[in-house]
């Protein structure tokens, strides 16, 4: 019979068969360093979407209203992060980050609206 030893500290295992890790300190530790680029990813991409859902809301106080696309710009928007589309009847798309959304219509202006209960 083999020794088991941690997978963090590669202490021995005493205890249940199918043990992995002396403590939950070397579990945490484990999963951390394994999840660490992943969560960096996941961090950075969160962070372009509540910067842009906040420049959409400082834009927008009233719920709907017609913005320079320079404007948003200037403000740090970034246009390629969203977190879902909308597509009206007539085809037009509208971007949303979480409840705030963008249209881009004639000569780079933007329409700002705030999600209705009937847009999914």
């Known amino acids: 019979m ?6 963090e500290c590669k202490d021995k295992l005493r205890g249940r068969k199918d043990q992995k890790f002396c403590s939950d300190y070397c579990r945490n ?10 969560n960096k990813y ?11 859902r906040r420049i959409l809301e ?14 948003l710009a200037e403000e740090g928007f970034n246009f390629h992060y969203f977190t879902n589309i909308y597509t009206t009847q007539k085809g037009g ?3 949303f980050c979480y409840e705030q959304g963008y249209r881009k219509i004639d000569n780079d202006q933007y329409i700002l609206v705030l999600k209705q209960d009937y847009v999914r």
Not at 29 to 38: G, L, P, V
Not at 42 to 52: D, P
Request: proline letters at 2%.
């Open 93 to 95: 798309q509208y971007f």
């Open 58 to 71: 400082k834009c927008n106080p009233t719920g709907k209203v017609t913005v320079d696309g320079i404007r």
């Open 42 to 52: 996941v961090r950075r991409i969160n962070g372009i979407l509540r910067k842009n």
């Open 29 to 38: 530790a484990f999963n951390n360093r394994q999840n660490e680029d992943a």
């Open 2 to 7: 083999s020794e088991r030893i941690c997978l």
